[in-house]
T-cell receptor, first 113, second 110 residues
Framework: DAGVIQSPRHEVTEMGQEVTLRCKPI?????LFWYRQTMMRGLELLIYFNNNVPIDDSGMPEDRFSAKMPNASFSTLKIQPSEPRDSAVYFC???????????FGAGTRLSVL | SQQGEEDPQALSIQEGENATMNCSYK?????LQWYRQNSGRGLVHLILIRSNEREKHSGRLRVTLDTSKKSSSLLITASRAADTASYFCALRPETEKLVFGKGTKLTVNP
């Protein structure tokens, strides 16, 4: 398996623009997680899905953030409108049920100018 | 807070020496996991220890867990320059999600 695939690897955009991050989890995994990593706050869980259903979105910072998982092989994280404070590295991870070892993608480095 | 706290925040050693990192936490856990992150990369799982286990080994890695003290340690023996990375402990409470600490940045000097 190719592992968790994220795109794009880098995204530079201007404040107010819509940003869409994409993730393809490992085939057969039941769970998908979206994280944000910054120097100040470390690695924060934004939302996670189980069998394509959102289970916990308590980490989503604002209504500007939304995530979808239309099928078992694809998920998106959207920020609309983007702000400079959204600049971070966003990771997607997937896991099978028990023992929930997570496999991370390479991340998307987002810069909002 | 459910988050684990790693100690030290940064560690610099010479190649061949052992590196020890600690993780303390406050919540009850189902298991505790350690991950490594090389600069500019995603996290990679290293080892998982369940709440009813006290010690696990994997190659040059040794992990201990003391649930009475709510602490874990990761020992890397005979370190190599390639071990230079950030190391994170991740707690699994009773839910499926993991809660990551802020990490220990390890530098192994050749």
């Amino acid at each position: 398996d190719a592992g968790v695939i994220q795109s794009p690897r880098h995204e530079v955009t201007e404040m107010g623009q819509e940003v869409t991050l994409r993730c393809k989890p490992i085939s057969g995994h039941d769970y998908l997680f979206w994280y944000r990593q910054t120097m100040m706050r470390g690695l924060e869980l934004l939302i996670y899905f189980n069998n394509n259903v959102p289970i916990d979105d308590s980490g989503m910072p604002e209504d500007r953030f939304s995530a979808k998982m239309p099928n078992a092989s694809f998920s998106t994280l959207k920020i609309q409108p983007s702000e400079p404070r959204d600049s971070a590295v966003y990771f997607c991870a997937s896991s099978k049920d028990r023992p929930n070892i997570q496999y991370f993608g390479a991340g998307t480095r987002l810069s909002v100018l | 807070s459910q988050q684990g706290e790693e100690d030290p925040q940064a560690l610099s050693i010479q190649e061949g020496e052992n590196a020890t990192m600690n993780c303390s936490y406050k919540t009850s856990i189902n298991n505790l996991q350690w991950y490594r992150q090389n600069s500019g990369r995603g996290l990679v799982h290293l080892i998982l220890i369940r709440s009813n286990e006290r010690e696990k080994h994997s190659g040059r890695l040794r992990v201990t867990l003391d649930t009475s003290k709510k602490s874990s340690s990761l020992l890397i023996t005979a370190s190599r320059a390639a071990d230079t990375a950030s190391y994170f402990c991740a707690l699994r409470p009773e839910t499926e999600k993991l809660v990551f600490g802020k990490g220990t940045k390890l530098t192994v000097n050749p």
